[in-house]
């Protein structure tokens, strides 16, 4: 097998808090997997949010992995070193007439919103954009952006109109990966649609989790995306994105999340549930992977 051939995961937290045992299995089984496959470990660090990533959460990311035993290669990956890239494939779709500049404040889109209990959420639960911003006269995304103040989305009705229809992906739900034959993956249909006009580029940030995440897959080569299935509905609209792109579309598999004992998420807030504190405990990585399953 040749580099090339390689299947390539990655593992891609946000370094806004410690990673807790929900990170441990996804980082995991990523790695258990590129092992399996003889394929290739990445790590990236999705520090976009600049306001709240934390130097220090990114060193503890790469202590508890190295603890884990989890060899991942070097370097890693940092997102806030990109935003070149991420404005390369906005003003991509910029071009196209995708994008639009909205000046809207939260408030204005909840009293657009509020109070209207038929009003259509996204798979988030958020209410949809109420398209105010939609029909303003159009600027280049670049002048919007530099002028501040604003944020772009995409107009999906128009992209949906394009590239919205038969849109499907590949979800992986059982062990091992094989995208040789389809007898393990299963073709999801894809619709974008349910999220409505989404932020591409941020008020305070000039890009957006989801266009990064598709530049950088596709940059990184990633052939296999395994992540949380909180993460499932994303994928409608990350497809969407690859295709209007011409970016290629990787394999998916969305893992359960782990629950603590209340049945409940694991959050970064809950300190408990932190690596470290259970490292600090003296639980063992052998213990860690016994407790989700590995
Ligand atoms: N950065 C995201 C997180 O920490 C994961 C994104 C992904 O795997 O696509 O939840």
């Keep these: ?56 959460f990114e060193a503890a990311i790469y202590d508890d992995l190295a603890w884990l035993g989890i060899d991942w290669e070097r370097p890693a990956r940092r997102q806030s070193e990109h935003f070149g890239d991420y404005s390369v494939a906005l003003e991509r779709l910029d071009e196209m007439g995708f994008l639009y500049a909205c000046d809207c404040r939260r408030s204005d889109i909840a009293r657009a ?32 952006l530099a002028a501040g103040g604003v944020a772009l989305r995409l107009d999906m009705r128009k992209a949906s109109a394009l590239a919205g229809q038969g849109l499907t992906w590949q979800e992986f739900g059982a062990l091992p990966l094989s995208s040789n034959g389809d007898e393990l993956g299963a073709t999801i249909g894809a619709d974008p649609a349910r999220w409505g006009d989404v932020v591409l580029a941020r008020k305070d940030t000039p890009a ?38 011409d970016l290629p579309a990787p394999d998916y598999l969305h893992h359960d999340l782990i629950l603590d004992e209340k049945s409940e998420k694991l959050a970064k807030s809950v300190a408990s549930t932190a690596l470290r504190a259970l490292r600090a405990e003296g639980w063992t990585p052998a213990d860690v992977r016994r407790r989700i399953g590995l």
């Design 113 to 144: 919103t509020d109070g209207k209990p038929d009003w259509p959420r996204d798979p988030d639960g958020s209410p949809l954009y109420p398209g105010t911003c939609r029909a303003k006269p159009r600027r280049p995304a670049r002048e919007a």
């Design 208 to 245: 957006s989790y989801h266009i990064a995440v598709v530049v950088d897959d596709a940059l990184q080569g990633v052939t296999d995306v395994v992540r949380g299935s909180d993460l499932f509905e994303a994928t409608s609209l990350h497809r969407l994105l690859q295709v209007l792109l």
């Design 1 to 56: 097998m040749t580099a090339e051939d390689k299947r390539i995961f990655r593992f891609a937290p946000s370094p806004n808090g410690y990673l807790h045992l929900g990170h441990a299995y996804s980082a995991l089984l990523n790695f258990d997997l590129a092992r399996q496959v003889g394929g290739r470990l990445l790590l990236r660090i999705e520090d976009i949010d600049t306001g709240r990533a934390r130097p220090e």
